[in-house]
Structures are given as structure tokens and as C-alpha cells.
């Protein structure tokens, strides 16, 4: 495994926001949605707020649900007003690929051509979104977020998520999958239906990672730990698959089963943990 973690270069044109020490006196809590047809097996593309929750859900219904809870602040209702009307998301649509792109002063409210007298304060507001999309249960899933919380679960397909700091919770079904979190914690199930998944690589820069793998699973995992922090494995029955290299707290070069698919975990300061899968989660 390539001893330096690919999150740490994860930086996004995210404009952070507004510093923590600034007041705004005036808030507010607004709610968009959209909803709209989707097959089976085309790509979700989402690319989050600089602030706030993505929360994927998998459905039996072949349409894409959007909720988008957006929470303002600004030092008057005037501004408010303002904001509000040009916050939110913007969707491209296709039958294979459909993207879901949040609109804020962060990206100039989607590049829109801003009047000349706009208040050039309100593009340093800050703004939270926090989202609750449901898509088709076989689709393919890109996820980019910011702070905030990120959770998948029910989806069938190829998951690709980065976050710059959250707490992640993510059912990997089928498919391959890849999870980058810079800050935070990860809890990452395989198998919660059946194992029919493909490679996984998930890494943790700062943080704890907890991987839940079902007992017949048949892969070659590789754990590591680049910097400071332990491996504590209660997976039965895992094999050196060289057996000149044993495992240490820091290093886990393992065969589960009779091996097969390549499973990839990494943490650069934290824990890593892995567990049997139990039911329920």
C-alpha cells in the first residue's frame, strides 16, 4: 500500500465562510426540493455545501428526491431575503449521469452574473445545507462534501465519497468503493445485504476508522496505520498472506477466506478497527 494517504492533498475550492467569532443577528431556516425521474444504474453526482450534512438513501423508486434544509445568517432581513433567493442547488440531468451542485456565495451563487452594486458582505455569509436525497437503489454514487456529517445507505452501486471533516456511516453493498475523509470518523459496513462487492479503499487522515466485514468474506486486506495510533482486529480467523511478515498493531497484511478481492484500509493518526459484521448495525 502507498504509505501516503491521497485525503491529505483533499482540498476543495471551498471558501469556508464567515469566521466563527462573527454575530449575525438574524436568521433563518428555509427548505427547498425537487423530484424527478431517474433509472436504475446511471451515476448520482453530489457535490455538498462548504458546511452541512449529505444523506443518501437508496430507493425502490426510479426517481431522484432531493430535501435540502438550508440554514441562514446575515445581519438583517434584507439580507436575508437576499440570500435566500439565490441559495440552494442546481441540478444537470441525464438519463446516465445527473449532477446535484449546491449554489451558494462560496461559488458566486452557481457563477451568475452578480448586479454591479451587489453587497460584496453577503458573499461572506455563512450558510449551511444539509441534504437528504434519495436515489434509485442501483446507482452509482460521487460524493464531494465539505464539514458535516455524511451517511449511505441502501445503495447498490459504486460509491466514490470525499469529505474534508465528518463523521461518515456508509453501507458498502456491490460495487467498488472509495472513502476519503481528511478530519473525523468513518464506520464503514460491507456485506449489510449480502456481500457482492468489488475493491474498496478507505482512508481517514485524523481520526478513527471502523470496519464491519461479514464473517464469509473471501478478500486480501491491507491495514495500516501511517503515524500514531494501533490496528485492533476481532476479525476471526484472518491469515498473513506472506507468512514471513506477521502482524503488528501497526500493519496488517491479511487474507480472509481463500482471498480474492483487494481490501484497503489506512489511518494517519487515530484507530483502526476491524469487526465482524453484526446484525442489526
Keep these: 500500500m502507498n504509505k501516503t494517504l491521497t485525503l491529505i492533498a483533499l482540498i476543495f475550492t471551498f471558501s469556508i465562510g464567515a469566521s466563527p467569532q462573527t454575530s ?15 433509472r436504475p444504474g446511471g451515476t448520482v453526482v453530489i457535490t455538498g455545501s462548504p458546511h452541512g450534512s449529505i444523506n443518501v438513501l437508496g430507493s425502490t423508486v426510479n426517481e431522484i428526491e432531493i430535501t435540502a434544509e438550508i ?18 442547488f442546481a441540478t444537470d440531468e441525464s438519463a446516465a449521469r445527473t449532477g446535484i451542485m449546491s449554489i451558494g456565495n462560496h461559488n458566486k451563487f452557481g457563477l451568475k452574473k452578480l448586479p454591479k452594486n451587489f ?27 465539505g ?17 474534508i471533516e465528518c463523521n461518515a456511516r456508509v453501507e458498502v453493498i456491490g460495487g467498488t468503493a472509495s472513502l ?37 468474506l473471501s478478500a486480501e486486506i491491507d491495514a495500516i496505520v501511517l503515524r500514531s495510533g494501533s490496528i485492533e482486529n476481532e476479525f476471526p480467523d484472518l491469515k498473513p498472506r506472506d507468512r514471513k511478515v506477521a502482524f503488528t498493531d501497526r ?7 481463500v482471498g480474492g478481492v483487494s481490501l484497503k484500509f489506512a489511518v494517519g493518526d487515530g484507530k ?3 469487526e465482524p459484521l453484526r446484525s442489526p448495525l
Excluded at 500493519?251 to 477466506?257: D, E, R
Design 147 to 163: 464539514i458535516g456529517d455524511l451517511t449511505i445507505q441502501g445503495v447498490e452501486g459504486s460509491i466514490r465519497a470525499n469529505c
Design 71 to 88: 440554514k441562514l445568517l446575515a445581519a438583517n432581513e434584507a439580507d436575508l431575503n437576499t440570500i435566500a433567493s439565490m441559495t440552494g
Design 24 to 38: 449575525y443577528p438574524s436568521e433563518r431556516t428555509i427548505t427547498k426540493t425537487d423530484k424527478f425521474d431517474f
Design 272 to 274: 483502526l478497527r476491524i
Design 251 to 257: 500493519s496488517i497484511l491479511a487474507q480472509a477466506g
Design 180 to 216: 476519503t475523509v481528511g478530519k473525523g470518523n468513518a464506520d464503514v459496513s460491507f456485506g449489510v445485504k449480502g456481500w457482492r462487492g468489488r475493491s474498496a479503499n478507505i482512508q481517514v487522515a485524523t481520526g478513527d476508522l471502523t470496519v464491519r466485514l461479514p464473517t464469509s
Design 119 to 145: 453587497p460584496k458582505g453577503l458573499l461572506k455569509l455563512l450558510f449551511t445545507i444539509n441534504y437528504t436525497i434519495r436515489v434509485p437503489r442501483y446507482s452509482d454514487l460521487e460524493i464531494d462534501g
